[in-house]
């Protein structure tokens, strides 16, 4: 049997490309709502847990639960819900947690948040994870062609959460690769 080895390779390049261009297409309109842009009405938990699944559904990520939120506040990752709604600062952590919990221990999150408190206000650390996130999977995916520096300050705390952000970046790149070819 006469295999062409520049067809082959030709058609390997063109399915590499096409595959790029999947990968690219499927976060290009990705973007997490900023701190000011979530809901702060006060949601119920099944509606707190509709809204964040909502929020992460285009990375094809693993869904957070009603029970995981109840867990999540006991534990004291997450404030105590009032009177059983959740407003704008739950719902940044809990977002946070969702995408974190996949490459941090639970007790690694909280540590991590509270060192971010040290530092900065919720809005500041939540707002600074969905650029630094969107950042970082957008280079990953192909949409830039290198990460950009974003904030102006430069801290262990800012350090360790990129680190923990390339981690998840890594995650969700693969799984969507799987998708993809599963999908072919």
């Not at 952590?93 to 999150?109: A, D, G």
Request: hydrophobic letters at 40%; proline letters at 2%.
């Amino acid at each position: 049997m006469f295999i062409d080895i520049f067809w082959l390779q030709k058609y390997n390049k063109s399915m590499k490309n096409e595959m790029k261009k999947e990968l690219a297409d499927s976060i290009r309109l990705f973007s997490l709502p900023r701190y000011e842009e979530l809901s702060d009405v006060g949601l119920y938990l099944e509606q707190t847990t509709k809204y964040i699944n909502q929020c992460l559904a285009p990375l094809g990520y693993a869904e957070i639960t009603s029970s995981m939120i109840s867990n999540y506040v006991k534990k004291g990752l997450v404030a105590n819900p009032v009177k059983k709604q959740y407003f704008r600062g739950h719902i940044a952590h809990l977002i946070c947690i969702t995408l974190l919990k996949s490459v941090l221990s639970l007790e690694n999150i909280n540590d991590l948040f509270l060192r971010q408190k040290q530092v900065y206000t919720d809005e500041t650390a939540y707002d600074y994870f969905c650029m630094e996130l969107e950042n970082i999977l957008f280079f990953q995916f192909g949409l830039k062609d290198e990460v950009e520096d974003i904030g102006v300050t430069f801290s262990l705390e800012k350090e360790m959460l990129q680190s923990a952000i390339i981690a998840v970046s890594h995650i969700i790149y693969l799984n969507t690769c799987f998708q993809i070819l599963r999908e072919k």
